[in-house]
């Protein structure tokens, strides 16, 4: 049984997390009903000249609005996708930033970050322009401090438990440039809910059960420094989701995983445009950092090897007994500062050197990604 059929506390927060990244994983391993999604992007404002200019995969039905369409981004701007799913928003930023101009997403699923990265290569797009980086929403964020012109969301800051909405906010404003803005869509509640509601994790999953009241939301924003936030209802209809279901599990309506029954949505909650800036402040223009990440190879697959690493000692072992078994594998030694990146390849049994050409594309990479 999914675990999204079950009634969890509100205030079990690593359950929660736990659930919605893993109803959001297998959605992202699954086919995409292509009408379904066509059907939630239109309600919510994706133009066909958008949807048709990015790959298919891209856009899951999983919006709730269409935050790059008021973001007013510009060419040459760092943009910030939070929970960018298969990649549809960061790939109508990136089509405004330029290739002057940098996009990031981050979303907490491993599948999600493989099938945009997917999608990205299908449209030839790949770091440092457009990058698709695994992070938790609810905890520090690989960005660097005051990098940020413009951070995106849709339909994913309700999927947070309440600490885990509170600390994003606080990095969103951190990383923002002064005078950064964020362009969010997400839902809200129109009224408090019953604890039977809060609870039903087929709700949580799907977007309602998390969502908190828009006093709150204003709340949230301005504890952490956001002034003069402005708040649009959207008025599309939210029953454009259909049934509120299992995290895409097939359920009869006499199983343990049955629908919600909550009747209509709209009733419930409403979609919302959410527009701030962050104060000019007085930083000096050499604080904002050259790269918007943390750690550039973030945004690139996580190399295949076995074991992952070698201790020297166990490489001296492996040179001086072929029975271990590994007979190619390669040292590369990168020290920080030092240019004259080394690198060695040991095969059948010698020690030779290796790449010499692969030795100069580190140190170009290096040099633009310090």
């Given at each position: 049984?999914?675990?999204?059929?079950?009634?969890?506390?509100?205030?079990?927060?690593?359950?929660?997390?736990?659930?919605?990244?893993?109803a959001y994983s297998k959605m992202s391993r699954e086919s995409t009903d292509r009408a379904y999604a066509e059907r939630v992007a239109n309600a919510f404002g994706?133009?066909?000249?958008?949807?048709?200019?990015?790959?298919?995969?891209?856009?899951?039905?999983?919006?709730?609005?269409?935050?790059?369409?008021t973001a007013s981004i510009k060419e040459g701007e760092t943009v910030l996708?939070?929970?960018?799913?298969?990649?549809?928003?960061?790939?109508?930023?990136?089509?405004?930033v330029g290739p002057t101009g940098q996009v990031i997403g981050l979303d907490n699923s491993d599948d999600m970050i493989t099938r945009a990265r997917r999608n990205a290569a299908a449209k030839g797009l790949k770091p440092p322009h457009v990058a698709f980086v695994k992070?938790?929403?609810?905890?520090?964020?690989?960005?660097?401090?005051?990098?940020?012109?413009?951070i995106l969301s849709n339909c994913v800051i309700n999927l947070l438990p309440p600490a885990g909405k509170l600390?994003?906010?606080?990095?969103?404003?951190?990383?923002?440039?002064p005078g950064g803005r964020v362009s969010l869509d997400d839902i809200i509640a129109r009224k408090p809910f019953p604890d039977s509601l809060r609870s039903n994790m087929a709700a949580y999953v799907g977007c309602i059960s998390g969502a908190i009241l828009l006093q709150e939301y204003q709340a949230l924003m301005e504890d952490v420094g956001f002034k003069d936030v402005l708040f649009t209802g959207s008025p599309s209809d939210l029953n454009v989701y259909g049934p509120i279901g299992c995290c895409g599990?097939?359920?009869s309506a006499t199983s343990a995983c049955a629908p919600a029954d909550i009747g209509d949505l709209n009733e419930w909650a409403q979609s919302y445009q959410i527009y701030a800036r962050k104060s000019d402040g007085s930083a000096a223009?050499?604080?904002?950092?050259?790269?918007?990440?943390?750690?550039?190879?973030?945004?690139?697959?996580?190399?295949?090897?076995?074991?992952?690493?070698?201790?020297?000692?166990e490489i001296a072992d492996r040179i001086r007994n072929p029975e271990l078994g590994e007979k190619d594998f390669v040292v590369i030694d990168v020290r920080k500062d030092d240019h004259a990146v080394m690198s060695a390849e040991v095969s059948n049994n010698r020690l030779k050197p290796s790449m010499t050409t692969y030795s100069s594309s580190m140190r170009n990479t290096r040099g633009q990604n310090r």
């Open positions: 049984m999914s675990p999204c059929c079950n009634k969890v506390a509100s205030n079990d927060e690593a359950n929660l997390v736990n659930v919605v990244n893993e994706y133009t066909s000249e958008q949807l048709q200019s990015v790959p298919a995969e891209a856009h899951m039905g999983l919006s709730c609005g269409n935050p790059v369409a996708d939070l929970g960018s799913g298969g990649g549809i928003d960061v790939f109508l930023a990136a089509a405004k992070a938790a929403l609810s905890g520090d964020l690989p960005i660097e401090s005051n990098s940020v012109d413009c600390k994003l906010m606080q990095e969103v404003y951190r990383v923002l440039k599990t097939e359920c223009a050499n604080s904002v950092p050259e790269s918007a990440l943390k750690n550039w190879w973030d945004a690139y697959p996580a190399p295949a090897s076995s074991p992952s690493n070698l201790e020297c000692g």
